[in-house]
């Protein structure tokens, strides 16, 4: 081997990896500006199928990969937020977003002056100075999304420079032949390709480079196509490992779509082929390639989308039901949030981000629910109730480590700035919960101690407690429902109630001292009193804190 035919290998490996690394870097920063936008489309996923199909080629659209989409729905029906007749949708939609990868490669087909090595040094070049000189974050990854968008031509400019000078060469007009002239393979070839790359926009780009330099017919760049269709499937088949059943039966629900398109369209044109067979040797275009590759996937969509609910029977049938044996545990509740959790979604940090967040609103509500029986357990002397909260605070933290290492792994994620301080505040909110979870069960030892000792709390003591419990319960709530649902109003009225918590505390100490010095109480008694309030004015303190990270983030 010369070194110049090394040298074209090497061509040709850099030229990958600059398109690989550069469709990776577009989608980061195309994700990261997109930022919650993206939290908006889980709203649109439950609403109906044909919303469904749209998310998905919108989300794929983004994050250019359907394997990465699809791979996130399993994880949505693992972690149970959509079913699989949602999730057939968004698998039909990521198959539709995955064709706009080829219509980016496609653009050097165009003109002159979309060509790769006319642009690409140029958005390169504005990238570099904007990263270097920018302060603005949000100028910083608008220049990420055009230095990824010119790597990704300079590769594709590098691979097609290393190509042509072997485009006559008798070996690959041989094995391209053999290629073309037997359809499984082809669709063989397509789908090892992809399954090892991992990525269909990447292999239809390999493949419109060997067409944009007259290397392949159109026979072969049909079947490459469909068989990269198929391999496709191959990522999230692997994902689904260790999944629920109903996860399981999504992956193979993109398997079933996928086949049937390969083989309808499969059939349809080897009959095509044998009746113009100057069409099967005529040489393919990148723009015909991108134009074969939307029709497939649109085509398919329109064909199946009416049989969705056929293609969830057949992955009933394909997918068999465990024995009951193997599914104890899972209403545990560690063992659900895990479930719920799913790794698969962190491939959207946004996706990721909302995902927590209706977990830690989980972990808010079993707060709210553990300072109110903590509460009845210290007025109505009830032992029952004591052990209830000691359970229930195990709960909360157990939840809170799961909480906060899923957060560490968004935390690792290519976020923004709007992301990082949500992240960076929902790691502050769990520990606000955990720590009014703590409160609650200073307030059940509280009750055992009142009953061990027999401390009998006056009339006016238990209307006291009453009401500042009331109070500490409303200003978790509302400080939980600002959270949930982001609202400016449920931040004041947290810190109305609070307010009112802390008045509470002061003249009742000060009605306390009264009552003591008069006799109408026992000293012991006394202390546990004292200690009840304290602890309420502490965890109105903690939820002060939880609406005050909302207003963070809304201002």
């Not at 030229?15 to 908006?40: E, P, T, W």
């Not at 990704?152 to 691979?159: K, T, V, Y």
């Amino acid at each position: 081997m010369s070194i110049t035919e090394l040298g074209m290998i090497f061509q040709f490996v850099g030229g990958l990896g600059m398109f690989l690394y550069g469709m990776s870097a577009m989608a980061d920063g195309l994700q990261r500006f997109a930022g919650n936008r993206l939290q908006r489309f889980l709203e649109i996923l439950t609403a109906n199928r044909l919303l469904g199909v749209l998310v998905g080629a919108g989300v794929t659209a983004i994050i250019q990969s359907s394997s990465a989409t699809t791979v996130m729905v399993v994880g949505f029906v693992n972690a149970g937020i959509i079913n699989l007749l949602q999730a057939t949708g968004i698998i039909m939609g990521a198959n539709i977003g995955t064709t706009v990868t080829s219509w980016i490669v496609s653009m050097s087909e165009w003109g002159e002056v979309l060509k790769p090595e006319f642009f690409a040094p140029v958005l390169f070049g504005i990238g570099a100075f904007i990263t270097m000189f920018a302060k603005s974050h949000k100028k910083k990854e608008g220049a990420e999304i055009l230095i990824g968008f010119a790597l990704l031509f300079i590769g594709l400019s590098f691979m097609s420079g290393s190509i042509k000078p072997y485009k006559d060469a008798p070996i690959f007009a041989n094995a391209f032949r053999l290629l073309g002239q037997n359809p499984i393979l082809g669709v063989l070839t397509g789908m090892a390709v992809t399954a090892v790359i991992q990525s269909s926009s990447a292999s239809v780009g390999i493949l419109q480079t060997l067409a944009i330099n007259g290397m392949v017919n159109w026979q072969l760049a049909i079947f490459i196509t469909l068989g990269q269709n198929i391999g496709t499937c191959v990522t999230a088949l692997l994902s689904c490992i260790g999944t629920s059943r109903t996860a399981k039966r999504a992956a193979v629900i993109h398997l079933l779509f996928n086949v049937f398109g390969a083989v309808l369209f499969g059939v349809i044109f080897v009959g095509i082929f044998a009746a113009n067979a100057s069409f099967a040797a005529a040489p393919a275009d990148s723009v015909g390639i991108s134009v074969f590759h939307t029709i497939f996937n649109v085509a398919n969509t329109i064909v199946l989308f009416p049989f969705a609910g056929m293609l969830v029977k057949a992955s009933d049938i394909l997918v068999p039901e465990k024995n009951r044996d193997d599914e104890r545990g899972v209403s545990d509740v560690e063992a659900d949030m895990i479930r719920r959790l799913d790794e698969r979604i962190l491939e959207s940090p946004s996706f990721a981000i909302e995902n927590v967040s209706h977990e830690i609103i989980n972990m808010g509500r079993i707060a709210i629910a553990n300072v109110k029986i903590a509460t009845a357990a210290l007025i109505e002397e009830n032992e029952a109730f004591c052990r209830e909260v000691f359970e229930n605070e195990n709960t909360i933290d157990r939840m809170e480590k799961i909480l906060t290492e899923y957060l560490i792994k968004i935390n690792n994620l290519s976020l923004n700035d709007e992301q990082h301080l949500m992240v960076k505040n929902m790691y502050y909110t769990i520990g606000n919960l955990e720590r009014i979870g703590d409160h609650s069960e200073n307030l059940a030892e509280l009750a055992q101690k009142r009953m061990e000792e027999h401390d009998p709390f006056s009339e006016q003591g238990i209307q006291e407690l009453t009401d500042i419990s009331n109070a500490a319960i409303q200003a978790v709530e509302a400080s939980i429902d600002a959270r949930a649902e982001r609202d400016m109003l449920k931040v004041r009225q947290t810190a109305r109630f609070e307010e009112q918590v802390d008045n509470f505390e002061e003249e009742m100490r000060e009605r306390h001292m009264e009552r003591l010095s008069r006799n109408e109480c026992r000293l012991e008694s006394g202390v546990l009193f004292l200690d009840a309030i304290a602890n309420y004015e502490r965890i109105a303190d903690h939820a002060k804190n939880v609406a005050g990270y909302v207003k963070e983030e809304l201002q």
